[in-house]
């Protein structure tokens, strides 16, 4: 019985939980002229937001977890060359 309880003791986890909560928000505003047809003018707005979780709550068990969100406004929409794309 004596090593059942030393066994138990050992395979705890002494290590307080771990979480790392990070991420970035970037912003690209730019205007330009499309390619086809030549010389149609634009400008666009592009917004990137990345959120990032990590965390092991236990030494059996760890998770990573990311979001993406990007966003696109501007005339560009509006153009020949995006609606071949």
Same mark, same amino acid.
């Given at each position: 019985?004596?090593?059942?309880?030393?066994?138990?003791?050992? =395979? @705890?986890?002494?290590?307080? &939980?771990?979480?790392?909560?990070? !991420?970035?928000?970037?912003?690209?505003?730019? =205007? @330009?002229?499309?390619?086809? &047809?030549?010389?149609?003018?634009? !400008?666009?707005d592009l917004n990137r937001l990345r959120l990032e979780l990590e965390g092991k709550p236990a030494a059996w068990t760890?998770?990573?977890?990311?979001?993406?969100?990007?966003?696109?406004?501007?005339?560009?929409?509006?153009?020949?060359?995006?609606?071949?794309?």
């Amino acid at each position: 019985m004596f090593n059942v309880a030393l066994a138990a003791v050992e =395979d @705890s986890d002494p290590q307080p &939980p771990k979480l790392k909560l990070g !991420g970035y928000y970037k912003n690209l505003f730019f =205007d @330009s002229k499309t390619v086809f &047809p030549a010389g149609e003018a634009f !400008g666009a707005d592009l917004n990137r937001l990345r959120l990032e979780l990590e965390g092991k709550p236990a030494a059996w068990t760890a998770f990573d977890i990311q979001y993406d969100n990007e966003v696109l406004f501007g005339s560009y929409l509006r153009t020949a060359q995006f609606a071949i794309l």
